[in-house]
């Protein structure tokens, strides 16, 4: 059996990790996965050797076989590609690193390289992930999902400005399919639980050479899956939370996460002229009537969100009355004030 994923052929290891994913928590005996594989009973059991060596949970039997423990939730490529068939997306194309330096610097390279529309870039680390306006996302080993999907839209360049909004409708329908969790939306790319944010959307144009027109559309989304050990830096103790605290048992895997993410992500930006989502977008609202400060470059004043249009500009109205719709920029929510304009 030859498997190609992005074109790299799996080895014997990689094949059989992924029977054994497919059957996580459940018992598979190792003349079946031989026999699924067209391998050999001693390269099944050399390759579950292997696995083990890496610290995967895998139990053995005389007489049932090999199972992947639930409690096992080591991230790879093997593990993510179940979760996307469970949520209706297989055919995603997956490429996976242990650690990089950030996915959406190398969904950018790979854009240049003919990546096909829909192709992600997961990683278990980012050693410089990237936030908005130059400002860096904290991305320690295991505690986040820090992925990347490469868009290129058959339609015009202006409504992939909804991208950032849509990626922000997917993550709030994840975390309420899976979790059962209300995420709230702050203007216009972050994610909020409980007044703290926990997912982060940065989206970056790729521009072709020859052509000067964006070309592909590259989203990023990370977000807090679990806290590490040695906790948030200083700046982000206050700011920022997790889906799970640490120490706590995780109620389901990140992989799990990661394939209905791709999944309810693609069912939006393959329908980028449908602006029915956007009222799911004004509903997980977090700053509408709010006081908010905003930010445009080196300028900022204070305002009142007072709506979200159906592209997603945020419209908000100023000291003097007079409204002004935003494209683009940065918001802080601003405690509550005596002001009534």
């Known amino acids: ?46 390759a579950v050797k292997q696995l083990r060596e890496q610290n995967y949970l895998i139990e053995g039997s005389t007489k049932l076989g090999y199972c992947l423990s639930t409690e096992s939730d080591q991230l790879s490529l093997q593990s993510i590609l179940p979760f996307l068939e469970k949520y209706n997306a297989p055919k995603t194309k997956v ?104 997912c982060g959307i940065l989206t970056e144009g790729v521009t072709g050479f020859e052509s000067r027109k964006v070309e592909t559309i590259v989203v990023g989304i990370g977000i807090n899956y679990q806290e590490s050990e040695s906790g948030f830096p200083k700046e982000l103790k206050e700011v920022a939370t997790t889906l799970f605290k640490k120490g706590e048992k995780p109620t389901i895997s990140k992989s799990e996460l990661i394939g209905c993410l791709v999944a309810s992500l693609r069912e939006l930006v393959d329908n980028l002229d449908d602006n029915s989502y956007i009222k799911e977008y004004r509903q997980s609202s977090l700053v509408i009537g709010k006081n908010v400060k905003v930010i445009q470059g080196d300028v900022a004043y204070e305002a009142i969100a007072e709506a979200i249009d159906d592209n997603g500009f945020l419209t908000v109205r100023l000291e003097d009355n007079t409204l002004k719709v935003l494209q683009s920029g940065e918001i802080s929510i601003r405690k509550a004030t005596n002001k009534s304009w």
């Open 1 to 46: 059996m030859c498997l190609q994923y992005e074109g790299r052929k799996l080895k014997t290891v990689d094949l059989v990790l992924l029977e054994l994913e497919k059957n996580r928590g459940t018992f598979i005996s190792g003349q079946s996965i031989a026999t699924q594989l067209n391998l050999t009973r001693a390269s099944v059991w050399r």
């Open 95 to 198: 490429i996976y690193y242990p650690t990089i330096d950030s996915t959406n610097k190398e969904a950018k390279r790979l854009s240049l390289e003919h990546a096909e529309h829909g192709t992600i870039v997961v990683a278990d680390e980012q050693s410089h992930g990237l936030g908005r306006n130059g400002k860096s996302f904290f991305s320690p080993v295991g505690s986040g999902i820090y992925l990347s999907m490469i868009l290129k839209p058959k339609v015009d360049a202006s409504l992939a400005l909804k991208v950032t909004s849509m990626a922000s409708v997917a993550v709030c329908r994840t975390l309420k399919q899976t979790l059962n969790l209300e995420g709230k939306i702050k203007w216009v790319n972050d994610v909020y639980l409980n007044n703290l944010k926990v």
